[in-house]
């Protein structure tokens, strides 16, 4: 419990008090250079006994046998960290509009294949779904060695691999879920956090992908309102064209997801929307304004 201002102690407390194998632990924020989430599971790694730790998201949902299923996996293939892709549980408009473009995004800047080949330097994970082994979580650095990391996540599995340890990201879709965020605003916050870090902080990298959202998606939806304005000419024709080939290929993409396909036509706006939170977090970036989450700012 960091700082809580939800009912998270009280929810510990009561599972405390159920199961004596939990243990509340209150930390009363991070030191300068660590984030919140960091030093939270620093301190909670500093009372853990096990051979394997698990970290997971206080607000993400599990299947009772995540965690033992998880761990047979590990131990069957001789993974070192296992992450697991999660389920997004998506309620209000703008999380059907936005999450499903950003997602689609990451599986094309984060390929499972390449995250999960010995050979490549490529490494992600998820925090809602971390499961390490202790000894090379530790030989890493722990999250002490990413102590100021906003991603704490990829930088770990990046140090793991590095240092030699067998990293796995799978698809945990039937085994963890979460809600990310609620609202616009949060959308916004969240995203403009990550998305220029997850995009490495490379500036060409960054404006491949406004050109490939822009081309791919805006451009045919905004040529298609320009033709229904000003009538039919051949760039509006092409435009229906494109956009009518990109929502066909995105019905299939968003059912193998688990998104609701029948929100594929709003795949313009978000893309729209993606590319602005992009923008926003690279020039957050470059300006050194730093991020700001739960109350706290990070430089």
Known sequence: DDGSTDRTPAILADAARRDPRVRL???????????GKSFALDS??????GGWLCFTDADTVHAPDSIGRALGFAETHGVTLLSLTSRQLTRSFWERVVQPVVFGLLDQWFPLGRVNDPASPLAAANGIFILVARDAYLAAGGHR???????????????????GGRIAFVDGADLVAARMYADLGEIRRG???????????RPLAALASLLELGLTLVWPAAGCVVALVAGPTGSGWLAVLALALVLGAEVPFRARRGDDPRWSPTAPLGAALVAVFLLESAARDWLGLGVRWKDRRYT
């Open 25 to 35: 632990l209150r930390v009363e924020g991070p030191p300068r250079g660590w984030t």
């Open 44 to 49: 909670g790694v500093a009372l853990a006994r």
């Open 145 to 163: 060695a990413v102590a100021g990391e906003v991603l704490e996540d990829v930088a770990l599995a990046r140090r793991v691999k590095a240092g």
């Open 191 to 201: 995203w403009t956090k990550n998305l220029y870090r997850l995009r490495g902080r």
